[in-house]
């Protein structure tokens, strides 16, 4: 009971609260007409009650409306502040996340608005297009007009898209460059622009087709020349039996070089198959010199070179395939021979063993190798002279065969060479 009265007495609608409260609210106004009605009793102005009644009438309208203006001017204060809220300063999005995970790719990847400036950028693109202040201009940094049209098509589609871009410097870089929505993450639209390095593949393609023209080049030739033979015996040299004498000697020449051909081209099929598996023997190289100058002493006899060895007394073993080995060795001692040939002297030195890597040199004295040449006698038919290679039955494979070999047995194959004076190709284990 006594909590319910306590509740009607508090309660200002009612009773004397709601009145002492109205009274209250009006002080202003029931100030003012005391005081207007003291001015005029001081004035000697005698007002009828009427009169009186309908002077502090017109002064209660005009305190109303007076309120209701300062009320209305609060009420637009108290709103007034939140628009420039809205329009300057969006609550700040939380890229966190998102810089996490650029961080942690390796390919280049900028992320992009939808006004085409660039709010992050990983360790990969600042190595690229150097450190971009955040808020810059896209094109400001990205010239490639591919590309900037490719992102504006993609923000104004909404859907992903591709292109491929080439760099000249600081080497000839291919990149194909993708620009996709990122879903999800923000309110705000976001987009990944990233860019993945395909130049190896290119590169390896290239050789690849390189490598097929070049192998069906020196297959035709041989091939041309063996149908050209065979019409002229078959047509006007039908009954010439001293010009079948002539041409078949030349055919045979030709199928010997076209078999040579493809024996290299299996070598190194096979070689690029067992590229990744390190050899499981072990081989004493001395001997093995012993067995390939053996095998090329009639080659050197007919083109009047001297080999000469230079093999330690203690065995040198080192880790590899027998076979593969003779190839390599084999192979730089019929260069030198046919190569060097003018020099009439080839020095084969073996070093190493015992704990010692072993190293081993085969030294002509021939015409030498132009620098500029140097680097690509290692690449697949790759020939200083290409007429003088195929007169001493070249392939242009040898070397690339040899390379690979030495690869796979970890070895290292260093050329040293000077013009008029002759040529070094040292084998490092
Ligand atoms: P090829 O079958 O033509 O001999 P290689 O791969 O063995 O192919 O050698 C590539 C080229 O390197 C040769 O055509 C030749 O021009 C050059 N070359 C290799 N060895 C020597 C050498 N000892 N002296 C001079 N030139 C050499």
Not at 333 to 341: R, S, T
């Amino acid at each position: 009971m006594l909590a319910r009265e306590w509740v009607v007495v508090t309660d200002q609608r009612t009773g004397l609260g709601w009145l002492a409260t109205q009274l209250w609210g009006e002080r202003v106004l029931i100030a003012s007409a005391v005081f207007v009605g003291f001015m005029m009793w001081l004035a000697g102005l005698h007002l009828g009650w009427v009169s009186f009644a309908v002077l502090l009438l017109v002064i209660a309208g005009l305190l109303r409306m007076e309120r209701r203006a300062v009320e209305a001017g609060r009420r637009t204060m108290a709103v007034a502040p939140a628009a420039p809220v809205v329009e300057v300063a969006p609550p700040a999005e939380d890229l966190t996340p998102i810089s996490a995970v650029l961080g942690a790719l390796d390919a280049p990847a900028l992320l992009l608005s939808a006004r085409e400036t660039v709010k992050l950028q990983n360790r990969a693109a600042e190595a690229i297009f150097g450190q971009i202040p955040q808020g810059s201009d896209l094109a400001g940094r990205i010239r490639a007009p591919s590309i900037l049209d490719m992102v504006r098509d993609a923000i104004g589609s909404g859907q992903p898209r591709e292109t491929e871009h080439a760099e000249r410097l600081p080497s000839e870089t291919v990149y194909v460059v993708r620009v996709a929505p990122l879903a999800g993450p923000t309110t705000e639209p976001l987009w990944l622009l990233t860019f993945r390095d395909v130049s190896q593949a290119r590169r390896i393609d290239r050789m690849r087709s390189d490598f097929i023209a070049n192998a069906s080049h020196e297959l035709r030739t041989p091939l041309a020349s063996l149908r050209g033979f065979i019409e002229t015996l078959q047509g006007p040299a039908r009954n010439d039996l001293k010009a079948h004498e002539r041409f078949l000697t030349i055919m045979h020449e030709q199928a010997t070089r076209m078999s040579r051909l493809v024996d290299d081209l299996l070598s190194l099929s096979r070689l690029e198959l067992r590229s990744n598996l390190a050899p499981d023997q072990t081989v004493d190289l001395v001997p093995l010199l012993g067995h390939v100058r053996d095998s090329l002493q009639p080659l050197a006899s007919d083109l009047g070179v001297e080999i000469a060895l230079d093999l330690p007394a203690h065995p040198v073993t080192v880790a590899g395939d027998r076979d593969e080995l003779v190839e390599v060795f084999e192979n730089l001692l019929e260069n030198a021979c046919k190569y060097g040939q003018e020099g009439k002297r080839v020095d084969v030195a073996l070093s190493g063993g015992e704990g010692a890597p072993a190293e081993l040199s085969v030294t002509d004295y021939g015409p030498g190798i132009p620098p500029e040449h140097v680097p690509r006698i290692t690449e697949r038919f790759y020939r200083v002279n290409v007429e003088a290679s195929r007169s001493k039955k070249g392939t242009g494979l040898g070397l690339a065969i040899v390379k690979h070999i030495l690869t796979r047995h970890k070895a290292r194959l260093v050329v040293k060479s000077e013009v008029g004076k002759g040529t070094v190709f040292t084998v490092k284990f």
